[in-house]
């Protein structure tokens, strides 16, 4: 049995899923240096405020003074849900920096979250 | 154990991660497209890792370990299919990762692929799979048919893919629990790693046997038969194995120090080896005018083409194509020597008389066995072999052990007639250099 055909089609099929996503994200207009539009939020929330905001279905967390909605990532994440309940509602910083045993996130965690991003956390209590 | 039985165990330890992977699922893993697709991303990770591993340890070439798997050539076919599954399911990987982004937004998928290069832990990754792109492309011939000392020295590239990819999973684990993580990858690596040693640094020391060249001589105008003594001890091995032969003589035109496979022509019962070498490319056409006296190293013995060499103990059938007579020549020595009855059928197929290579010492050694039976089919008079030529010579074929050696095509064709007659696969015997 000749492997060439599969390995090559593979091959191939490989650069072009790559170039059209790369091509399909420049077309789309995203200018890949900078985070998309929806990162570009002027609002501003305090702790009080994403307190409000700690269950599953509803879950903030304020990581580095920033304010994210996680709500529809939970799933997607990699661990269990309930690993995540904890830090719904509260200043997660820890929790993004204390993976697993007390591992931070890696950049493309980090650089992920962006997606998220709803606001500022305000100073204010 | 048996070769199968052997070779289905590689399998299973290479799967083992994945099982692993799998026993571990955590019931998110698969609530929606974007996890299913982020799941199956990080399992092709670990299949195409775990594959990659176990292709790197099946590639040491320790001399002996390669009978249980029923040759080294066989062995070869399992390296070869895990390299290619590790290749198809490592491309896979990224691309799955990137369309399972592609749920959050197309900059997600696309910042997936090309993540800031302060990210090394992906760079490794991106540059273990172009480097797996590079050195299996000749193994796959995605460029054409390459050199065989090209596709060697690439092949080489698969010492550092291994290791970034190794640090790849190392660094971003996600694909196993942390314990788990850790402990299946180091086992891995850490035989990987004694197989790369072996291969790179003590088969050059140890494996590596020196020998002079006593004797050359011209069998035909393309062919030439070295006789090869060791300068140390006897070279054990038995009718059937091959060596790779690395020739220091500095006239050579090509292949000075290049180590090539060659079968031993030569019985086991000889005091020195012999190898017949056919005028097929660069290094084998520089070789036919080494000089006696010359330096050489021999590692091996590797091959298991005859199970038991030493005794025709059920009838067998022998099918040969040009060069590839040289395990047949080496087992009848053998058998001439210990004075034993070969209940064999011999075909040997060539292009014209001229072409018989050892013609008159096959004849003589033919009818020196008792039992023996020795046909030469030529391609010019009676086209492509067939099953009723075999038939023909052999009326008993389907009741014999089939062994076959000789090019690609003849190979082929003889066990398509094998099997058409009824000889089941585990009775089928076949010898092929053409390990790209």
């Not at chain 1, 910083?93 to 996130?105: D, S, V």
Request: charged share 20%; net charge neutral.
């Amino acid at each position: 049995m000749s492997l060439k055909k599969p390995v090559y089609t593979a091959f191939v099929a490989f650069w072009a899923c790559v170039f059209t996503i790369v091509l399909l994200d420049s077309l789309s207009g995203t200018d890949s240096g900078h985070p998309p539009p929806q990162a570009h939020s002027p609002d501003t929330y305090t702790l009080a405020e994403v307190a409000r905001h700690d269950t599953l279905d509803d879950c903030w967390m304020a990581i580095e003074g920033k304010v994210y909605d996680f709500t529809d990532y939970i799933e997607r994440h990699p661990t269990e849900p309930s690993v995540l309940e904890p830090w719904c509602g509260s200043e997660a910083t820890e929790g993004m920096k204390t993976k697993g045993y007390g591992r931070n996130h890696s950049q493309r965690a980090w650089r992920a979250m962006e997606d998220y991003l709803i606001g500022e956390l305000s100073e204010e209590e | 154990m048996s070769a199968g039985t052997a070779h289905r165990l590689v399998w299973l330890v290479a799967l083992l991660p994945s099982l692993l992977f799998l026993a571990t699922l955590a019931p998110g893993d698969l609530s929606s497209m974007g996890s299913a697709l982020n799941t199956i991303g990080r399992l092709a990770g670990v299949a195409g890792l775990a594959m990659l591993l176990m292709a790197a340890i099946l590639s040491a070439r320790i001399p002996g370990v390669d009978r249980p798997f029923g040759g080294l050539t066989r062995l070869w076919r399992t390296h070869h299919f895990l390299g290619a599954g590790s290749l198809i399911l490592l491309l896979a990987h990224p691309l799955l990762l990137a369309f399972s982004a592609g749920t959050t937004s197309l900059y997600a998928a696309r910042t997936m692929l090309f993540p800031p290069l302060s990210d090394l832990a992906s760079w490794s990754g991106w540059a273990a799979l172009i480097l797996m792109m590079l050195f299996l492309a000749p193994s796959f011939s995605f460029f054409g048919h390459p050199r065989f000392e090209r596709w060697k020295k690439l092949h080489r590239l698969a010492g550092p893919a291994v290791a970034l990819a190794l640090i790849h999973g190392f660094w971003l684990s996600r694909g196993l629990p942390q314990w788990l993580n850790i402990t299946v990858w180091s086992v891995f690596a850490m035989v990987a790693l004694g197989a790369v040693t072996w291969r790179f640094v003590f088969s050059r020391r140890i494996g590596r046997r020196g020998c002079r060249v006593s004797k050359v001589e011209r069998v035909a105008n393309n062919v030439v038969e070295l006789t090869l003594s060791p300068e140390h001890g006897k070279f054990a091995h038995e009718a059937g194995n091959f060596v790779y032969l690395a020739p220091y003589d500095p006239g050579l035109e090509a292949g000075y120090g290049e180590e090539h496979p060659y079968t031993l022509s030569s019985s086991p019962l000889e005091p020195a080896l012999r190898i017949a070498i056919k005028d097929l490319g660069d290094a084998s056409r520089a070789i036919q005018s080494i000089r006696e006296g010359a330096h050489a190293t021999i590692e091996g013995p590797y091959g298991r083409f005859f199970p038991n060499p030493r005794a025709v103990t059920d009838p067998e059938l022998w099918v040969a194509g040009g060069i590839g007579i040289t395990p047949f020549l080496a087992r009848m020595r053998l058998l001439k020597q210990l004075g034993k009855p070969a209940d064999a059928c011999l075909i040997f197929c060539v292009q014209d008389e001229a072409r018989e290579l050892y013609g008159q010492e096959l004849r003589s050694l033919a009818s020196s066995l008792s039992g023996f039976r020795l046909n030469f089919h030529h391609f010019y008079r009676e086209g492509p072999i067939t099953r009723e030529y075999i038939e023909k010579v052999c009326p008993d074929m389907a009741q014999r052990l089939l062994h076959v050696c000789g090019p690609r095509p003849l190979k082929d064709l003889v066990v398509q007639h094998a099997r058409a007659a009824g000889i089941p696969v585990s009775s089928i015997h076949s010898e092929e250099f053409e390990l790209l």
